[in-house]
Every structure is written in C-alpha cells, then in structure tokens.
C-alpha cells in the first residue's frame, strides 16, 4: 500500500510542476498585457512637446493641438515590426472618414538617426499613409524624447565590413489628444480597426 501510494504520488509530480507552471505563466501574462485602450502604469508622467525635424523643415507638437497625433518610435532597416505596424496605422487612418482624418496626425520618429535620412523617412511614410510624416533630430534629441514617452531601444554593435547592427525597441502606437496630452499607449499588435477605435475616442 505504501509502495503503491509511493508510486502514483511519484508520477502525478511532472503534472503537479506543469499545472504549477501553467499558473506561473498565466499569473505573468495578466501582469504585463495591457487592455485594449487602458493607460500603462505612469503614462499620466510620461509625453510633453518636442521639436524634431522633418523633409520639409521643423516639426513641433505645439502646433498640432487641434490634431490627435499618433507617435510611433522605429527606424527603417527595422526588418519586420516597423512596417507591419505602420501598415497598421494607415490602414485604421483609411478607415476613418475625410473629415475624421483632417483632425489626425501620425509621426514615425527615427530611432536611426545616423542611418535614416529625412528624404529616405519620406518615402518610407509615404508608402502608408499622407498623413503620416516622418521625424528625426540628433541622437541625444532622440534620446531625450524616447525617455520622455518612456520607450525603451538599444543599438547592438556594429558588425561587419559595412558596419551593420539593428536597433532593438518598443514597438507601440501613442496617442496624444488635442491639448497634447499623452492619453494612450497601445502594442503594435492591435488591429486597424482597434486603433482606429480607440483615435475616434479622441475626435471633435
């Protein structure tokens, strides 16, 4: 009787540990997803003006208080993220109306400054949306403003005969309302028809 109590508490221990580790998961996942639409731990202390620089001339988010603006932070050898997201963002851009989108404003600010030339951040944001528009400024401006909306990124060492390296960052969308304020933080991974929602919140 001990052996056979021995025997089944011995192999009910492997599901003990996974069940345990299915809690764990599940415990860490509540802890880190944000919902759709809700305000990250800070966001009231995080955004603020800035003036950066674009194709054609200064940009200053002063200047767009009648505007919600729409802030995402990458760089354009970004493989991956940054497009997807950016296609993100056009495609809930065009699921707004003509007049909705008079009131809307999105930025793609380089976290590449050295690589991304303002010519070559037209382009790319052309590509997705004419409201969109790409920004960028020194490396230390660049610094100061990402800390100022609490995105993380860090350049790995340059490799290679061409110096190669990627820029590892926060992939979200932010949404400042019309008095500039930094109202929602949202991941790349929402839908057009999430983010279109959640900019429509902010309108007239």
């Given at each position: 009787m001990k052996y056979g109590f021995f025997f089944i508490k011995r192999h009910k221990l492997p599901l003990v540990i996974i069940v345990l580790s299915l809690v764990l998961v599940i415990?860490?996942?509540?802890?880190?997803?944000?919902?759709?639409?809700?305000?990250?731990?800070?966001?009231?202390?995080?955004?603020?003006?800035?003036?950066?620089?674009?194709?054609?001339?200064?940009v200053s988010l002063l200047n767009y208080r009648q505007r919600v603006v729409i802030l995402y932070f990458g760089y354009l050898s970004c493989p991956k993220v940054c497009p997807a997201s950016m296609s993100v963002?056009?495609?809930?851009?065009?699921?707004?109306?003509?007049?909705?989108?008079?009131?809307?404003?999105?930025?793609?600010?380089?976290?590449?400054?050295?690589r991304d030339s303002f010519s070559k951040l037209a382009r790319y944001t052309a590509q997705f949306h004419d409201?969109?528009?790409?920004?960028?400024?020194?490396?230390?401006?660049?610094?100061?403003?990402?800390?100022?909306?609490?995105?993380?990124?860090?350049?790995?060492?340059?490799?290679?005969?061409?110096?190669?390296?990627?820029?590892?960052?926060?992939?979200?969308?932010?949404?400042?309302?019309?008095?500039g304020k930094l109202v929602v933080a949202m991941n790349h991974t929402v839908t057009p028809n999430e983010l279109a929602v959640q900019i429509r919140k902010f309108l007239f």
């Open positions: 415990f860490y996942l509540a802890g880190t997803t944000k919902p759709l639409g809700k305000t990250t731990p800070g966001l009231s202390q995080l955004g603020g003006d800035f003036i950066l620089d674009s194709a054609s001339g200064s963002l056009g495609r809930a851009l065009n699921k707004l109306t003509p007049k909705e989108q008079a009131q809307v404003q999105g930025f793609f600010i380089s976290l590449d400054p050295q409201n969109i528009i790409g920004l960028s400024g020194s490396p230390e401006t660049i610094a100061d403003i990402s800390e100022q909306y609490g995105v993380f990124y860090d350049r790995s060492n340059p490799t290679g005969v061409r110096m190669e390296y990627s820029v590892a960052h926060a992939s979200r969308f932010y949404i400042v309302d019309k008095q």
